[in-house]
């Protein structure tokens, strides 16, 4: 029985801890990185206490929500470097990048720190590859270079509005793509 009560301890101290993860990447994607525990308490349905237990300061919180962020954008990654459609996969990535510009610029700005530099600088590298491989498949126009794909994602962190990005993605991939 007292085995039972606590695997339901550790099993609601889990669901708890992952809910608090997501209404952070929620909330800071939209507020930013400053926003107080409290608040993401608050959202959470919380007692500030319980978010302090699973996470001491704002910035473990924040880490755990970052550490989240930077999963998901190696997962899509390695997904668009296994697509054996260049073309696709290139897309893909382009639009996806331009979506989480807009949708989740709290935590874009807070990745750029230097505890990320060198999974940013893994990033770079896969996209890298990706370049590599649509300008070997002929999906990229004869002179676009990685260092043309990257300044065309740089440009995409301009637009501020989804319909805005969604509209420049268009644009630039026209220019960097193949007819």
């Known amino acids: 029985m007292r085995d039972e009560v606590t695997q339901k301890r550790r099993a609601d101290a889990e669901h708890n801890r992952r809910h608090l993860v997501a209404v952070a990447h929620a909330a800071f994607a939209q507020h930013g990185p400053d926003l107080p525990v409290r608040?993401?308490?608050?959202?959470?349905?919380?007692?500030?206490?319980t978010v302090h237990r699973h996470f001491p300061s704002r910035d473990d919180l924040l880490a755990a929500v970052l550490a989240g962020q930077v999963e998901r954008c190696e997962?899509?990654?390695?997904?668009a470097l296994a697509?054996?459609?260049?073309?696709?996969?290139?897309?893909?990535?382009?639009?996806?990048?331009?979506e989480w510009q807009v949708q989740?610029?709290?935590?874009?700005?807070?990745?750029?720190?230097a505890a990320f530099a060198d999974r940013r600088r893994e990033h770079a590298e896969a996209f890298g590859r990706l370049?590599?491989?649509?300008?070997?498949?002929?999906?990229?126009?004869?002179?676009?270079?990685?260092?043309?794909?990257?300044?065309?994602?740089?440009?995409?962190?301009?637009?501020?509005?989804?319909?805005?990005?969604?509209?420049?993605?268009?644009?630039?991939?026209?220019?960097?793509l193949s007819g």
């Open 131 to 176: 370049i590599e491989r649509a300008q070997a498949d002929g999906v990229l126009r004869p002179r676009v270079t990685v260092d043309d794909a990257r300044l065309a994602l740089t440009a995409i962190t301009s637009a501020r509005a989804l319909p805005a990005v969604r509209q420049l993605t268009g644009v630039l991939l026209t220019g960097l």
């Open 75 to 79: 997962r899509q990654l390695r997904a």
């Open 39 to 49: 608040e993401i308490a608050r959202r959470a349905g919380l007692a500030p206490a």
């Open 83 to 98: 697509d054996p459609d260049s073309r696709r996969a290139l897309t893909r990535t382009f639009h996806r990048f331009g």
């Open 104 to 113: 989740e610029r709290g935590l874009v700005e807070a990745l750029g720190g």
